[in-house]
């Protein structure tokens, strides 16, 4: 069964940096394009960066210049440098993996979120 698995979030002061990892493991054939969104209550689900198969990447104009997504093909793994955060960036984030695995007559090419980390920044 193919999970995926976030890290990293925590409390940081204004200014501060955080990255935040997303893993993919189970039994797939591969991984198309990434992403991370956040929440926060009473506000529908955003995005915050996506990257491709092929490592282009798409940033929010919130977090353009101060955020970094990177991804290891090796290791499954999504990475989101976050620098000079601010309170306004507080929020669940949720990494998004496109995932293509074995189903249970052929493969099939689906969307797996993981459970949300949160990340709070103190002003």
């Known amino acids: 069964q193919v999970q995926v698995v976030e890290s990293g979030g925590g409390l940081v002061q204004a200014g501060g940096s955080l990255r935040l990892s997303c893993a993919a493991s189970g039994r797939f054939f591969g991984i198309g394009d990434m992403g991370w969104y956040r929440q926060v209550p009473g506000k529908q689900r955003e995005l915050v960066a996506a990257i491709t198969s092929g490592g282009t990447t798409n940033y929010a104009d919130s977090v353009k210049g101060r955020f970094r997504l990177s991804r290891d093909n090796v290791k499954n793994t999504m990475y989101l440098q976050m620098n000079s955060l601010r309170p306004e960036d507080t929020a669940v984030y949720y990494c998004?993996?496109?995932?293509?695995?074995?189903?249970?007559?052929?493969?099939?090419?689906?969307?797996?979120w993981g459970q949300g980390t949160q990340v709070t920044v103190s002003s």
């Open positions: 998004k993996q496109t995932i293509t695995a074995p189903s249970s007559r052929s493969i099939s090419t689906d969307d797996y």
